[in-house]
C-alpha cells in the first residue's frame, strides 16, 4: 500500500477541499495487518455490538468495516471471536470509533483493527443500530462506499479511490 504521508502529500489539494479527510491521531493498533485499506462498510452504534456481528458475519469482501461507536469507553465493541470473524470472511480491517477486548486474541488475527483503547466489558446485544448510513470518527464523515487507508501513520478517507 502507498504509505498515508505520500498520500497526503500528493493530494493537498483534495485535503483543502474535503475531499480526502485526515482521521485526528485518536486510535491504538491491534491485529497482525498494520496497513490496510478498502472501501467502507458502516455501522452507527452505542454500546450494542449486535450490528457489528452480523456484519463480520457476511462476506466482507475486501473491505473496512468502520464502526461509530460515539467514542464510548464504556464497553467493548469487538472482541476475539469477532476478530476471527473478519479473518474467515475475508474483511480488511475495522475501525472503532469505540473499544475492543480479547487484545491479545486480536492479536492474533490477521484483520487490521483500530479502537481508541481495550476495555474488558462486553456491550449489549438489542439489535439496536443503524447499517449503512453516514458515520463519524470523532469529526471525520465516514460515508458507505469511502475509500479506507490505513498504516502507521494514521487514517485517511477519502472519496474517491486514491491507489
Ligand atoms: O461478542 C462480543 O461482545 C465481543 C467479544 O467478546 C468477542 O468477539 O469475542
Redesign the pocket.
Known sequence: MIPTTDICDANEDKIAAGTLRVVAPIFKSWGKSTQFMGQAHTLKVFED?SL??SALEKDGRGKVLVVDGGGSTRC??????????ADKNNWAGIVVYGCV??TL?LNSCQVGIRALAAHPM??Q?RGVGHENIDVALDFTVVRPGDWVYVDEDGVLISDTNLI
Not at 467493548?76 to 470473524?85: F, K, Q, T
Open positions: 455490538n457489528v456481528r467493548a465493541l469487538v472482541g476475539g471471536n469477532l476478530g476471527l470473524l477486548r480479547d486474541e462486553k456491550s446485544k
